[in-house]
Nanobody, 122 residues
Framework: QVQLVESGGGLVQVGDSLRLSCASS????????MAWFRQVPQQEREFVAS????????WYSDSAKGRFTISRDNTEKTLYLQMNSLRPEDTAVYYC???????????????WGHGTQVTVSS
């Protein structure tokens, strides 16, 4: 079993930066691929970025490329998402997830956190 807890969300202005963290627990947590998704009300959960267990494979959505950076520290069992040049359309609840492979579909992930709200004000 893996538990995931996100933090670092908040209210920021357009163009600001935020760094989200996802702390994991469970003795096998470091062996999973991990990802960030986001969701706004009445919409499906949207892929943001994913990273393999050792960091060798990293994938980004088109909206995240060039602005967001996913990383992980397996010693600390923590996943990060550095978000720069934030836009109002980045407003969402951000979730971290753990699964076998660094994929882009929510159903491919087994464990989920409860999310952290990011609001970008114009």
């Amino acid at each position: 079993q893996v538990q995931l807890v996100e933090s670092g969300g908040g209210l920021v202005q357009v163009g600001d930066s935020l760094r989200l963290s996802c702390a994991s627990s469970g003795r096998t947590a470091s062996g999973y691929a991990m990802a960030w998704f986001r969701q706004v009300p009445q919409q499906e959960r949207e892929f943001v970025a994913s990273i393999s267990w050792n960091g060798d494979e990293i994938w980004y959505s088109d909206s995240a490329k060039g602005r967001f950076t996913i990383s992980r520290d397996n010693t600390e069992k923590t996943l990060y998402l550095q978000m720069n040049s934030l836009r109002p359309e980045d407003t969402a609840v951000y979730y971290c997830a753990a699964g076998a492979y660094a994929m882009s579909k929510p159903e491919q992930y087994v464990y989920w956190g409860h999310g952290t709200q990011v609001t970008v004000s114009s």
